[in-house]
């Protein structure tokens, strides 16, 4: 299973501020049972018990996938050209950045895009509810 984490805030994002954030090495909680520290630091493997090319696995439901080294971070093409200019974040060669803008062009705009989110949420959440 390939990983994608987005992260689409307009503030917050520099490199070193990112690095704070979200690149902290990962903890445990829960008496052992549970990962403390955000997703990015995951799947960068920052974990107290798995290796840097270790096995990571997710759960969905009853089943477990494998999680590739490999993942995809998506980033507004703001936070892309700021790293260009002043320095990415330590991220690994695992991880592919991806301009979130891009993804949506490619897709065919933004009515494209979000048409396609809404069907996709539809298949899990049914049609949208009314606004009370």
Not at 44 to 64: C, H, I, Q, S, Y
Not at 101 to 110: A, F, P, Q, T
Request: charge should be positive; hydrophobic fraction near 40%; proline fraction near 5%.
């Amino acid at each position: 299973m390939l990983a994608c984490e987005a992260k689409l805030g307009a503030t917050g994002l520099g490199g070193r501020r990112f690095e704070e954030r979200f690149l902290a090495a990962c903890g445990t909680s829960h008496g052992g049972a549970r990962v403390r520290g955000s997703m990015p630091a995951i799947l960068e493997r920052k974990l107290p018990t798995v290796e840097p090319e270790g096995r990571l696995a997710a759960r969905v439901g009853d089943d477990e996938h494998e999680v590739e080294s490999r993942w995809a971070l998506l980033v507004r093409r703001r936070a892309v050209e700021g790293w260009a200019r002043r320095g990415r974040p330590a991220l690994s060669s695992r991880c592919v950045v991806v301009a979130f803008d891009d993804l949506i062009n490619v897709y065919g705009g933004c009515e494209p895009f979000n048409a396609l989110v809404q069907e996709q949420g539809e298949r899990f959440d049914g049609p949208p509810r009314a606004a009370h």
